[in-house]
């Protein structure tokens, strides 16, 4: 009889361990479902405008700052002004070089001592630190990722396509590289009904979708130009449904439990 119900307790044990286990970090998360808006370039005025519209959502987005060095001083103040409202200022490279490209022909030192080390130099002496960064063009491969990744905390870079949600690489995985869907018009795969979908199944997933963009315009005209109306319409969604905006370093401290 002791026999049994010792067989019994290791087998209770062995099935517990199991379902601990077997379940991977989103499914066991109790994170709150939402959204990671960010941007590239150096669209800093426009950025300033659009803040103004997407204020009464409480909104809160990522910019990623290339070209550093060539910003105004009233551009700088108005990305400390970004910051102080509870947005992230993150890193695109000091001058917007594809990064697998220079790094395959000239090595990653001098990839790092061209356009990483002077952007965090520059960035640090006016007092807008950073700990993420995105690639220009979304140009990435294994050696890029272990090379910056020794630099900040998460990096992001990109995916596209129109692929149903539950296939999407545009959701938070736990993960220090992450990846944006571009939300410009531009894109084959545009359409506002269906980034909306994808914020839906975030919802209902306990999940936060990445979306990336350039240029915010009332009308688009040219290639890397992001419609007011798509913005407004995902904002207005997350509020209306109890989501959460995050910025990307948030994401970073998710999973180390900051």
Not at 56 to 62: I, R
Not at 179 to 201: A, Q, W
Request: aromatic share 14%; with cysteine.
């Amino acid at each position: 009889m002791n026999t049994k119900k010792h067989l019994l307790s290791i087998l209770s044990i062995i099935l517990f361990s199991c379902s601990e286990s077997d379940d991977s970090p989103i499914e066991q998360s109790n994170l709150q479902s939402g959204v990671v808006i960010t941007f590239d370039d150096d669209y800093v005025d426009e950025w300033s405008d659009v803040n103004h519209i997407l204020e009464s959502y409480d909104w809160k987005a990522t910019f990623f700052i290339t070209r550093f060095n060539q910003l105004s001083a009233d551009k700088i103040n108005k990305l400390k002004d970004f910051k102080s409202y509870g947005h992230e200022i993150g890193a695109h490279g000091l001058n917007h070089l594809n990064a697998t490209t220079f790094v395959s022909s000239n090595g990653g030192s001098a990839y790092l001592n061209q356009e990483i080390f002077p952007m965090v130099t520059l960035m640090n002496k006016s007092n807008l630190p950073t700990t993420s960064f995105a690639y220009p063009y979304g140009s990435r491969n294994t050696t890029t990722d272990n090379l910056l990744l020794n630099e900040f905390q998460i990096i992001r870079g990109t995916t596209y396509g129109k692929s149903a949600p539950s296939s999407q690489n545009c959701f938070y995985n736990y993960d220090r590289i992450v990846y944006g869907l571009g939300i410009d018009k531009s894109y084959p795969h545009f359409s506002n009904s269906y980034f909306l979908s994808l914020l839906e199944y975030a919802k209902n997933k306990n999940k936060i979708v990445v979306f990336y963009g350039h240029k915010p315009v009332t009308v688009c005209k040219n290639n890397y130009e992001t419609e007011y109306q798509t913005l407004i319409e995902i904002c207005k969604y997350v509020k209306d449904n109890n989501m959460k905006f995050y910025t990307i370093s948030e994401l970073y401290n998710l999973q180390n439990g900051v």
